[in-house]
């Protein structure tokens, strides 16, 4: 076998003993969140509707005391949006409850449920079938019952406020930034009452799919998202069918932001001034548009822990929340540890070193070209320029190996019934003639952290969402028809004619078959951006195979 059908070979095997691991092995850990959160506060339970939530501290954790009395009565306030936007997304914001009921990105585009035409990303979501809402704040007084908010100032100004009967004034500000993917939040209370209130306040987080993508066990659907929660040095990631499956889940202690991440976007809450707070997740099953099949939402709440504040006092927290795509220039921007909403793991393994260096040179490269097809197959060729000397070397080994098979059957034969001196004829002999039986295996081991950093690269690269080349219609969807697998399979039937090897003619017979078939398989199920790579990358190796062919061996 040549060094990628090794590595494929290594890649499916691997694969193939996690998936059963899986469905034979492991127990359900459905109870282990509930565990998990029992003898807590249910402080993640998603609010009935919009007004509920407005009215409820229960998006935010809190230790606050249940209102035991009713407040003084105030005027209803009438629910009015206003609307904004920068030169990288618009919105609007409601004030009833405190939420964005809009916001879109205006560089990315995407075809939403149903087949509808491509229009801008939305980061909104509507609450259970009601008005659209982000980014809810709820404020808890503890006993005093958190006024509706009205629009205060006038123009273009973000700013809600409202005050209770008692005296307590809460103040929202939102400040959309202009050059970045994010809203800067000051979240005010002032205490106007003759005694200290218990105040605190958080911001909840809430998504649900809007993009249908069949999937595969390699290709992630669009849809797929995971609750984030930055605790204790490490993101804390929770897929959002688990948590409607398991209930809500709670983190131990406090939290550095809190996100949800939408595979190539991001919705995010991160505090200033190194503040902290406590996060929780939740989600729910909820019908498709079409009424046929189901999604799952996702709310996570991020409340800061209740504090005393004295008559004539003013308690104040900020933090940005954003929204946008998952690129590392975007993210760095609004704050640094947001950065780890890219996930570049693979089996435990961090490949964040290769994939970020992938990443960049395919924006250069699609500069140049304007084209992420074109810009991905000049990536296959820089890195099978790179990694030529590996393979060289791996594939002279390979021939060397072939050259002494002849020798090695016979050494086989004549020490049939002893093998251990058959294995020490072996060895002196690969010592006699300089050769390294492990020499054509060590270097294919050097390229699979590329191959596996290139495929989380095109799992989670933004640039290439919904982007076409050809007859593709999404880069990181799988091909609708697999063109694409059929011609990798003929290539790899063409590739094993050309490659020496040393097994033996009914073992080289059945790879000769079997390696197409499973490439074919495989590549069927993988994003058609990787497959494109995985094609180019065959191409290139034909050629430099016969080129390696040509070179003189000698022992």
């Not at 050059?179 to 809430?206: F, I, R």
């Not at 490269?365 to 074109?374: A, K, L, R």
Request: glycine fraction near 8%; proline fraction near 8%; charged fraction near 20%.
């Amino acid at each position: 076998m040549s060094e990628q059908q090794r590595i494929f070979a290594t890649v499916a095997l691997c694969l193939g003993i996690l998936l059963v691991w899986q469905f034979v092995f492991v127990k359900p850990e459905a109870d282990k969140s509930a565990q998990e959160t029992a003898g807590k506060p249910a402080t993640a339970a998603r609010p009935t509707s919009p007004e509920a939530a407005a009215s409820s501290p229960a998006a935010v954790p809190t230790n606050a005391e249940a209102p035991t009395a009713a407040a003084p009565s105030l005027p209803a306030v009438p629910e009015s949006r206003r609307a904004f936007s920068t030169p990288l997304f618009a919105g609007e914001v409601s004030n009833v409850p405190a939420s964005l009921t809009a916001l879109t990105l205006n560089d990315y585009k995407e075809t939403a449920e149903g087949g509808a035409p491509k229009g801008p990303v939305s980061l909104v979501t509507d609450d259970k079938g009601g008005a659209p809402r982000q980014a809810l704040v709820t404020f808890d007084l503890g006993k005093i019952a958190a006024p509706a908010l009205a629009w205060s100032g006038g123009g273009n100004e973000l700013v809600l406020a409202g005050t209770s009967g008692e005296g307590v004034r809460t103040e929202v500000q939102i400040k959309p930034r202009p050059d970045a993917y994010a809203l800067d939040y000051t979240l005010k209370v002032t205490n106007g009452a003759a005694e200290p209130v218990p105040v605190s306040a958080g911001v909840t987080l809430m998504l649900k799919p809007t993009v249908k993508q069949k999937s595969g066990f390699l290709a992630p659907p669009a849809d797929m998202m995971n609750g984030l929660c930055a605790h204790g040095g490490t993101v804390e990631r929770r897929l959002a069918q688990k948590l409607a499956e398991d209930g809500p889940w709670s983190a131990e202690g406090p939290a550095d932001w809190v996100g949800i991440d939408r595979q190539y976007f991001v919705v995010a809450a991160v505090p200033h001034d190194g503040l902290t707070a406590r996060c929780s997740m939740s989600g729910s099953e909820v019908l498709t548009a079409d009424g046929k099949d189901k999604d799952h939402d996702l709310q996570v709440a991020y409340g800061f822990a209740p504090e005393a504040v004295a008559p004539g006092a003013t308690w104040e927290r900020s933090l940005s929340v954003y929204l946008g795509p998952k690129r590392h220039d975007s993210l760095v921007k609004v704050a640094a540890r947001l950065e780890d909403t890219i996930d570049y793991v693979i089996w435990g393994i961090p490949l964040g070193f290769l994939a970020r260096p992938m990443v960049f040179l395919l924006n250069i490269f699609h500069g140049w070209t304007t084209s992420w097809g074109v810009a991905i197959m000049m990536l296959t060729l820089l890195v099978k320029a790179l990694l030529f000397p590996v393979t060289f070397k791996s594939s002279l080994s390979m021939r060397k190996m072939q050259v002494l098979k002849p020798e090695l059957d016979r050494i086989k034969k004549q020490f049939e019934n002893d093998k251990q001196r058959q294995q020490l004829e072996q060895m002196k002999l690969f010592k006699d003639k300089g050769v390294n039986p492990l020499g054509g295996c060590l270097p294919m081991l050097l390229q699979m952290p590329v191959w596996l950093a290139l495929y989380r690269t095109l799992w989670s690269a933004v640039d290439l969402y919904q982007q076409p080349f050809m007859w593709i219609q999404d880069l990181t969807a799988k091909e609708p028809f697999p063109f694409m697998a059929i011609a990798l399979g003929a290539l790899t039937y063409l590739q094993q004619k050309l490659t020496p090897t040393t097994m033996d003619s009914q073992q080289a017979k059945m790879m000769l078959y079997m390696m197409p078939a499973m490439m074919v398989v495989f590549m069927i199920a993988l994003p058609s951006g990787l497959v494109l790579y995985i094609l180019f990358n065959a191409i290139l190796t034909i050629f430099q195979q016969l080129a390696i062919n040509r070179t003189k061996v000698t022992l």
